[in-house]
């Protein structure tokens, strides 16, 4: 699937973001190894700790699908500044071994990064 694109569906993902608290929607758009996309948008509760996040909620979806091989996940928002997936989900996207991370600006540019790059010492299961 050609990385514009991708940006896209997170942007469109984005609009049904339930965000009355921040006002911050974002978007998700991933990618598994089949080549369907999967979306999620953030959904915030008044209670911040029960929020989800838009890739956990992609992610969540999809797993609960039965996927489990991802490829690539693109993460799009309102901002005028790239867009960074939080710690809990760069440890989420760690966890299904996502190693490619697309994060863009609301004008639909992006820049592409590494799970390494973004979360080099991610936690791991030990021997």
């Known amino acids: 699937m050609d990385t514009n694109e991708l940006v896209f ?21 991933l990618l598994d190894s089949s080549g369907k996309v999967h979306t999620g948008c953030n959904v915030e509760n008044v209670s911040f700790g029960a929020t989800n996040c838009a890739e956990r909620t992609a992610i969540f979806k999809a797993v609960s699908d039965g996927i489990r091989n991802f490829e690539t996940i693109a993460i799009a928002s309102d901002s005028k500044e790239l867009v960074f997936p939080c710690g809990i989900c760069r440890q989420v996207i760690a966890e299904f ?31």
Do not use: W
């Open 9 to 29: 569906l997170a942007q469109k993902a984005k609009e049904n973001a339930y965000a009355p608290y921040s006002g911050f929607r974002v978007g998700a758009a």
């Open 97 to 127: 071994g996502i190693q490619r991370i697309i994060v863009s600006k609301d004008d639909g540019t992006f820049a592409e990064y590494s799970l390494e790059e973004l979360l080099p010492y991610a936690f791991k299961e030990f021997d």
